[in-house]
């Protein structure tokens, strides 16, 4: 009877999710495909039921920043099912510290994973074959991903094209990055107005009114603010600390290029006194059209200067009433009313709450302090072990020493806990 019972629950079916995933676009879902099929066999084999899948595609296995990944450790929790199917091993991760990580939680949850081509056997010695395979796939891929920069780096060095965004004014022939003239025409224009003092939009309106498009549309205004920023255009290429001059013809004389730049520089922030601060610069927006305000400063006909916030949707003209706040006035208004509600007992409250709980919060995660609260905890432990032993009549050179190391000790950690 009891060997029947035994045999019963031998043959008992198992619940499973199948977790399949690819790395890269070069892959597609007959991978997935294949991957499914073999799980799905082994389950049939081995009396495992499949409950679900989760897929991450284009996603690689050197970390676990995967959606379908999070979602099946999350779910987990709910321990609706046995184990975790893989195709292999290193499709459930390639890095062998995450793959611990998971794996324990998994077991915590009541889940194994188990590999569907993979012997490994529930033994001791399962536990050194599965390091063995997950140390191999890190190490492949550690090995694949050294190989893809040595090759794209001989490729840069060899001036071809390695892939990515083409800029405007340029095609790829031959694997070589080549001139588009009558493209590149429009940037040499772009920046020579630029570099006269032109506008963008005046810049835009231009080439709009010369029925110059930018893919059969009018050019926006982030287009041609992107290729100013663009150092391709001067024949330069930067990757990792590296310039490359031999990748892309030069389009824009460096001349041209360095006024252009310095003017951009001058005005990412726009014109400034810096004695004079507008609180709420790049900070406030239009109650009426959503678009930002900004600062403007300008000048009366009696001389006077006057500083105010404008909307951006009124100053461009895109229909915007908003009127026009000066600068004390918007301030002032806005600090007085901040001021009021401050004071106010609850809200006071919640800062002070939300003060304390960000301090508890970095406490508790300082890893440093952490260690300290530790080391401080084992010498605590040592000293009271000490002391029992002396009460007891254990007492000699050694633990008259000992007890002094361990108090020095112990005031060191205590000083360094409250640092």
């Given at each position: 009877?009891?060997?029947?019972?035994?045999k019963?629950?031998?043959?008992?079916?198992?619940?499973?999710?199948?977790?399949?995933?690819?790395?890269?676009?070069?892959?597609?879902?007959?991978?997935?495909?294949?991957?499914?099929?073999?799980?799905?066999?082994?389950?049939?084999?081995?009396?495992?039921?499949?409950?679900?899948?989760?897929?991450?595609?284009?996603?690689?296995?050197?970390?676990?920043?995967?959606?379908?990944?999070?979602?099946?450790?999350a779910?987990?929790?709910?321990?609706?099912?046995?184990?975790?199917?893989?195709?292999?091993?290193?499709?459930?991760?390639r890095?062998?510290?995450?793959?611990?990580?998971?794996?324990?939680?998994?077991?915590?949850?009541?889940?194994?994973?188990?590999?569907?081509?993979?012997?490994?056997?529930?033994?001791?010695?399962?536990?050194?074959i599965?390091?063995?395979?997950?140390?191999?796939?890190?190490?492949?891929?550690?090995?694949l991903?050294?190989?893809?920069?040595?090759?794209?780096?001989?490729?840069?060095?060899?001036?071809?094209?390695?892939?990515?965004y083409?800029?405007?004014?340029?095609?790829?022939?031959?694997?070589?990055?080549?001139?588009?003239?009558?493209?590149?025409e429009?940037?040499r224009?772009?920046?020579?107005?630029?570099?006269l003092?032109?506008?963008?939009?005046?810049?835009?309106?231009?080439?709009?009114?010369?029925?110059?498009?930018?893919r059969?549309?009018?050019?926006a205004?982030?287009?041609?603010?992107?290729?100013?920023?663009?150092?391709?255009?001067?024949?330069?290429?930067?990757?990792?600390?590296q310039?490359?001059?031999?990748?892309?013809p030069?389009?824009?004389?460096?001349?041209?290029?360095?006024?252009?730049r310095?003017?951009?520089?001058k005005?990412?922030?726009?014109?400034?006194?810096?004695?004079?601060?507008?609180?709420?610069?790049?900070?406030?927006?239009?109650?009426?059209?959503?678009?930002?305000?900004?600062?403007e400063?300008?000048?009366?006909?009696?001389?006077?200067?006057?500083?105010?916030?404008?909307?951006?949707?009124?100053?461009?003209?895109?229909?915007?009433?908003?009127?026009?706040?000066?600068?004390?006035?918007?301030?002032?208004?806005?600090?007085d009313s901040?001021?009021?509600?401050?004071?106010?007992?609850?809200?006071?409250?919640?800062?002070?709450?939300?003060?304390?709980?960000?301090?508890?919060?970095n406490?508790?995660?300082?890893?440093?302090?952490?260690?300290?609260?530790?080391?401080?905890?084992?010498?605590?432990?040592?000293?009271?072990?000490?002391?029992?032993?002396?009460?007891?009549g254990?007492?000699?050179?050694?633990?008259n020493?000992?007890?002094?190391?361990?108090?020095?000790?112990?005031?060191?950690?205590?000083?360094?806990?409250?640092?």
């Open positions: 009877m009891e060997l029947k019972n035994q019963s629950q031998s043959n008992q079916l198992k619940t499973a999710v199948i977790y399949a995933r690819y790395s890269s676009e070069n892959q597609n879902e007959q991978s997935i495909d294949g991957q499914l099929r073999v799980c799905q066999e082994y389950a049939k084999v081995n009396n495992i039921i499949i409950l679900d899948t989760y897929i991450d595609r284009a996603m690689t296995g050197t970390n676990d920043n995967r959606p379908a990944f999070q979602q099946m450790i779910d987990s929790k709910h321990k609706k099912w046995d184990y975790v199917l893989v195709y292999k091993l290193d499709r459930f991760s890095n062998k510290y995450e793959s611990a990580i998971h794996k324990h939680t998994l077991k915590e949850n009541g889940v194994k994973v188990k590999s569907a081509t993979e012997v490994i056997p529930d033994s001791p010695e399962g536990i050194l599965e390091a063995i395979h997950e140390g191999y796939a890190e190490y492949y891929s550690a090995e991903s050294q190989k893809v920069r040595r090759g794209m780096n001989e490729t840069r060095l060899k001036g071809n094209f390695t892939g990515g083409v800029p405007y004014g340029y095609i790829i022939v031959n694997k070589k990055v080549t001139i588009d003239e009558e493209k590149a429009v940037v224009f772009i920046y020579e107005q630029y570099s003092g032109v506008y963008v939009k005046d810049i835009m309106n231009t080439l709009n009114a010369k029925g110059i498009y930018n059969g549309k009018p050019f205004r982030n287009t041609v603010y992107k290729i100013l920023k663009t150092e391709k255009y001067s024949g330069v290429y930067r990757y990792k600390g310039v490359f001059t031999n990748i892309y030069q389009i824009v004389p460096t001349d041209i290029f360095e006024i252009v310095d003017k951009m520089q005005n990412k922030k726009g014109s400034r006194s810096p004695e004079i601060v507008y609180i709420f610069r790049q900070k406030a927006f239009c109650g009426k059209c959503g678009q930002p305000i900004s600062a400063c300008g000048t009366s006909c009696t001389g006077d200067k006057r500083r105010y916030y404008k909307c951006y949707g009124r100053k461009n003209r895109n229909g915007c009433k908003q009127e026009v706040f000066t600068k004390e006035l918007l301030e002032e208004t806005v600090l901040l001021i009021t509600e401050l004071k106010k007992p609850k809200v006071m409250n919640t800062i002070i709450k939300g003060i304390l709980d960000l301090q508890n919060k406490f508790l995660e300082n890893a440093a302090l952490k260690m300290l609260l530790s080391e401080k905890k084992k010498v605590e432990k040592s000293l009271d072990n000490l002391v029992t032993a002396i009460e007891n254990v007492v000699s050179n050694t633990t020493r000992r007890l002094h190391e361990l108090e020095a000790k112990l005031s060191e950690l205590e000083e360094k806990i409250a640092i």
